[in-house]
């Protein structure tokens, strides 16, 4: 078995390009998306990702409706997602685990605690599909 695959979604490149040398250094495979449709694109033409790093103020559908998106595909429906905001809003909060959202992490988020995420949201153990 390879390594584990993960899905940036992000408007910012520079964001993108720190996420994934981040991961690219722990051993991810990484893919990107810079808005909501791109994402699902990719969700619906590849293999799903492990795990999707989901911004949620993007251009277009935004990253709730993206997750609600993925939530209805088959085999994608339990795809770990970590939500990313520069908000702090009770809202995004409570949408986020609505949709069933693995976590929220706030920009500017602590690199360590970022992977921690990641690591625990990919070992966990999801529906056979």
Known sequence: MG?????????DRTTIEMLRSLLLLEGYEVDSATYGEAALRKVLT???????????????????DVARAIRSIP?????????????????D????????????LHKPFVCRELLEKVRVAISRPRSPA
């Open 46 to 64: 590849t293999a799903p990702p492990d795990l999707i790093l989901l911004d949620i103020m993007l251009p277009g559908l935004d990253g709730h």
């Open 93 to 104: 909060e409570q949408l986020a685990l609505e949709e069933d959202g693995f976590a929220l």
């Open 75 to 91: 085999g994608a429906a339990d795809l770990p997602i970590i939500f990313l905001t520069a908000r702090r809003s009770l809202e």
């Open 3 to 11: 390594a584990n695959r993960v899905l940036i979604v992000d408007d």
